[in-house]
Nanobody
């Protein structure tokens, strides 16, 4: 069973950048497809980006495509989310998630397909 801890959140002005990290422990991150989700107050949890285990395929939501980039360093058991050109609507709590399921399923970025979750890190973008 893997444990996930996010870091790197904070406050930034619109147009700025942040890099989130998700550190995995208890089990090698290389065993898991890894996803990033976010949830704003009063809204449903939204899939943002995901990266497969093995050959690193990636998938993004339309709302962040071209601005966010997900990557992984399995030697460090860490997954990253580089967020550029941030907008106020990106304000949310960001969660890291993991699952051993197929890429075909995980790339759809449905929260219900991911088993393991971190506690989240807050990102606030001001205009």
């Amino acid at each position: 069973q893997v444990q996930l801890v996010e870091s790197g959140g904070g406050s930034v002005q619109a147009g700025g950048s942040l890099r989130l990290s998700c550190a995995a422990s208890g089990s090698p991150s290389s065993d898991y497809g890894m996803g990033w989700f976010r949830q704003a107050p009063g809204k449903e949890r939204e899939g943002v980006a995901t990266i497969s285990r093995g050959i690193p395929y990636t998938s993004y939501s339309d709302s962040v495509k071209g601005r966010f980039a997900v990557s992984r360093d399995d030697a460090k058991n860490t997954v990253y989310l580089q967020m550029d050109s941030l907008k106020p609507e990106d304000t949310a709590t960001y969660y890291c998630a993991a699952d051993v399921g197929s890429w075909y399923r995980l790339r759809q970025l449905k929260a219900s397909d991911y088993t393991y979750w971190g506690q989240g890190t807050q990102v606030t973008v001001s205009s």
